[in-house]
């Protein structure tokens, strides 16, 4: 079961750049979750989708968008990248948003 | 301001003793609460949970106590081995809107295990 995949693995951009972490979940679950892990500051949620059609704000949108494609796909898009948005991206998914949620293996990203 | 708090940045425990995490939180509709491991270029993963309906749940070496009244709860490993050193991280989960659920986490505690 491959579970959670986030694709890159890694990628560095140049500022003003745009990019879209892909993101997909293969257990059904109805939850998808975007965090940045940064020294320090633990995780933080970037957006959130509830449900297939849903998306919200979590702590700390802005600079990103995001489109829950279908139940198993959620991406997430810098449209003019940032150094401060320099941080490890983590995808998440859960069956209902309330209990467990799986985790993929990240996607370093650095803007210079 | 920080819903899930984790005061202690680092910890450092002995090989066969006990290791407790501690970790504290503001917002009272949390009513779930989650401990995750981290391993350096890995995505975080589940480790045991409680219910706020519950004070204690324990799985294996692995031990989770809730303090509803003093919004605290606290991991404990016993004993600690090696393997367990990595960074820990509590969430908690409430609803935050028509049924809207998401975990916020604390910012880590890093555990190494000495042999």
């Known amino acids: 079961n491959a579970g959670v995949t986030q694709t890159p693995k890694f990628q560095v951009l140049k500022t003003g750049q745009s990019m879209t972490l892909q993101c997909a979940q293969d257990?059904?679950?109805?939850?998808m979750y975007w965090y940045r892990q940064d020294p320090g500051m633990g995780l933080r949620l970037i957006y959130y989708s509830a449900s297939e059609g849903t998306t919200d704000k979590g702590e700390v949108p802005n600079g990103y968008n995001v489109s829950r494609l279908n139940k198993r796909e959620f991406s997430l898009r810098l449209e003019s990248a940032a150094p401060s948005q320099t941080s490890v991206y983590f995808c998440?998914?859960?069956?209902?948003?309330?209990?467990?949620?799986?985790f993929g293996q990240g996607t370093r990203l650095t803007v210079v | 301001d920080q819903q899930v708090k984790q005061n202690s940045p680092s910890l450092s425990v002995q090989e066969g003793r006990i290791s407790i995490l501690n970790c504290d939180y503001t917002n009272s509709m949390f009513d779930y609460f989650l401990w995750y491991k981290k391993y350096p270029a890995e995505g975080p993963t589940f480790l045991i949970s409680?219910?706020?309906?519950?004070d204690k749940n324990e799985d294996g070496r692995f031990t989770v106590f809730l303090n509803k009244s003093a919004k605290h709860l606290s991991l404990h490993i016993v004993p600690s081995q090696p393997g367990d050193s990595a960074v820990y991280f509590c969430?908690?989960?409430?609803?935050?809107?028509?049924?809207?659920?998401?975990?916020?986490f604390g910012k880590g505690t890093k555990l190494s295990v000495i042999p």
């Open positions: 257990m059904n679950h109805n939850s």
């Open positions: 409680i219910s706020s309906i519950k």
């Open positions: 998440a998914s859960s069956v209902q948003g309330y209990g467990e949620a799986f």
């Open positions: 969430a908690a989960s409430g609803d935050s809107g028509a049924g809207s659920y998401q975990l916020t």
